[in-house]
């Protein structure tokens, strides 16, 4: 596609319920890399893939929170038992390598956790 | 560790005004430095980068200068547009490690007539 795409634009939820957010990088991008941006602490990094592998999770913040990514494409973050603090902005972001400067961001996944 | 601190917003300036955002960084290695911006209702955008010590990144009017002796990557611009009104983020990037980002918590700037 023109540019990197996420799904779904906002999501509700209530406490205690699991969440999936996608992410659609830009084709042939290698990279994808994770952040969130919530009020209270800015823009954090979270993961980042090099094809279907994590080299750095180390932002995530607790074992609630996993990402997977197959065929060098799609990624998926899953939340569970989502807590009111996760409410934030799930941003995503593609390059053609890891390491390139340039990281291409997509529109973000508004969660809000009630 | 690695941070990044850019000055509180939100600013507010007339058009045409000068605009200047700081930016200072604390880092291990030697940084990429980055502005990133966030129109409304839009995605982050990639507004200029410097990879060096003295390198000047510059785009669509506006200019940083990579300082190491003051660890600084002020934003600059001469004259200020209703359009440029966004958030901008400052961030790093290490040089040969992991890929990611350290933003700064980003400024508001509100440009208006």
């Known amino acids: 596609g023109a540019g990197v795409s996420q799904s779904p634009s906002n999501k509700v939820t209530e406490k205690g319920k699991d969440v999936e957010l996608r992410c659609d990088p830009i084709s042939g991008h290698t990279a994808l890399y994770w952040y969130r941006q919530s009020l209270g602490q800015g823009l954090e990094f979270l993961i980042y893939f090099q094809g279907n592998s994590a080299p750095d999770k180390s932002g995530l913040p607790s074992d609630r929170f996993s990402a997977e990514r197959t065929g060098g494409s799609v990624s998926t973050l899953t939340i569970q038992r989502t807590q009111q603090e996760d409410s934030a902005v799930y941003l995503c972001a593609s390059s053609l390598i890891a390491g390139e400067e340039t990281q291409y961001f997509g529109p973000g996944t508004r969660l809000l956790v009630l | 560790g690695d941070s990044v601190t850019q000055m509180e917003g939100p600013v507010t300036l007339s058009e045409e005004a000068f605009l200047t955002i700081n930016c200072t960084y604390t880092a291990t290695g030697y940084p990429s430095l980055f502005w990133y911006v966030q129109y409304p209702g839009e995605g982050l955008q990639l507004l200029l980068k410097?990879?060096?010590?003295?390198d000047k990144g510059s785009n669509k009017g506006f200019e940083a200068t990579y300082r190491k002796e003051t660890t600084s990557f002020h934003l600059e611009k001469g004259s200020v547009q209703v359009s440029d009104s966004a958030v901008y983020f400052c961030?790093?990037?290490?040089?040969?490690?992991?890929?990611?980002?350290?933003f700064g918590t980003g400024t508001r700037l509100q440009v208006t007539l």
């Open positions: 961030a790093l990037r290490l040089t040969g490690t992991a890929s990611k980002l350290t």
């Open positions: 410097a990879t060096k010590a003295d």
